[in-house]
């Protein structure tokens, strides 16, 4: 089995006129399952795909598919892609259009077709016209584009753009069965919720640069969110934000806000007692990625 990492990049840069699209990104990407890359509109999440897929030029930096960097056709043909969704013929069927893209790409065969409907949640309608799908359903079709001829690297830019809530969600359900042992899933997003939800591992990108890079449960790992409500709000923040293992207190809407691990919850009630401050209500657990992200974003902008 082939153990070189499916992506890595190497300051992978894209500079169009004076925007820095993407700005020296070094990244790894390992084999299987599903990979977030995560940011912002705007932070270079679709021109860092273009790259990967040979439909934008770099201005520097290089990158490998499949541990080549090289043989680029040979590599492609191991891939799919929603990049840009591909233009189905309105009066074909789901069915027949696959068919049609098949013999345009040359990939896979036509008993492939079935499974792949199925596989995409669209059995009972991939004899339909394509005009007569719901958005959900076309990008359904998408995705069974993208899979044809069992694709080992699969990208997928922006998946659930313009779903609505049930759409996205069984989206997002599919995508994750997607990721396996043996398919690696590069989706970009910048939907925490939906990042934290669907991937194993992430990058975050901010104005084109790599800020944070590691599996969901590392990046949050330690970061805990206190809720407190006390008799005295401000003087409860001030008292936790001196103490050495508080990464943060604020207030917020009558409520003070305390990043710590969670497991020192009970200090936190000890701190304000020896204050003479006294809890009326605490609650504590994980911090939420898009905490996270709002932060280090944050750090990044007064860095600048
Ligand atoms: P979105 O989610 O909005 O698509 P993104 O993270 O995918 O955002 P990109 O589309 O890669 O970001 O854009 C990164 C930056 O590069 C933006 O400032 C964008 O305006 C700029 N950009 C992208 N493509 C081009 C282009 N062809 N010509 C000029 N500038 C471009």
Redesign the pocket.
């Known amino acids: 089995m082939d153990t070189n990492p499916v992506i890595q990049t190497e300051g992978l840069t894209k500079r ?1 006129g004076k ?1 820095l ?1 993407v700005d020296g990104l070094s990244l790894t990407v390992p084999r299987g399952h599903v990979f977030g890359l995560l ?1 912002p ?7 860092t795909m273009g790259m990967l897929l040979g439909l934008v030029r770099p201005t520097s930096g290089s990158f490998s598919l499949f541990g080549s960097r090289s043989d680029r056709q040979a590599s492609l043909r191991r891939v799919g892609a929603i990049v840009e969704t591909p233009t189905f013929y309105p009066y074909l069927t789901g069915r027949q259009n696959l068919a049609y893209f098949q013999g345009i790409l040359g990939r896979g065969t036509a008993r492939e077709l079935d499974d792949l409907l199925e596989q995409v949640g669209l059995a009972d309608r991939g004899n339909d016209g394509f005009h007569t799908y719901s958005l959900g359903m076309k990008q359904r079709l998408g995705l069974a584009y993208a899979l044809l001829g069992d694709p080992e690297l699969l990208f997928l830019d ?1 998946p659930t753009n313009g779903m609505d809530p049930a759409g996205m969600a069984e989206m997002r359900e599919l995508i994750r069965s997607l990721g396996t042992e043996d398919r690696t899933v590069f989706l ?1 997003s ?1 939907l925490l919720n939906e990042v934290e939800q669907v991937c194993d591992s992430v990058v975050i990108l901010s104005k084109g640069k790599l800020i944070a890079q590691g599996s969901v449960a590392e990046l949050l790992k330690g970061r805990g969110r206190i809720r407190l409500r006390t008799t005295d709000n401000a003087q409860a923040a001030t008292v936790l934000a001196a103490l050495d293992w508080v990464e943060d207190a604020k207030i917020d809407n009558g409520t003070v806000f305390v990043t710590a691990p969670p497991e020192r919850a009970a200090e936190v009630s000890a701190a304000l007692s020896r204050a003479e401050i006294y809890l009326t209500e605490m609650t504590s657990g994980q911090d939420s990625l898009e905490n996270y992200f709002l932060e280090i974003t944050s750090e990044e902008g007064a860095a600048q």
Do not use: V
């Open positions: 169009y925007i699209a940011g509109n705007g932070s270079g999440k679709t021109t922006e970009s910048h």
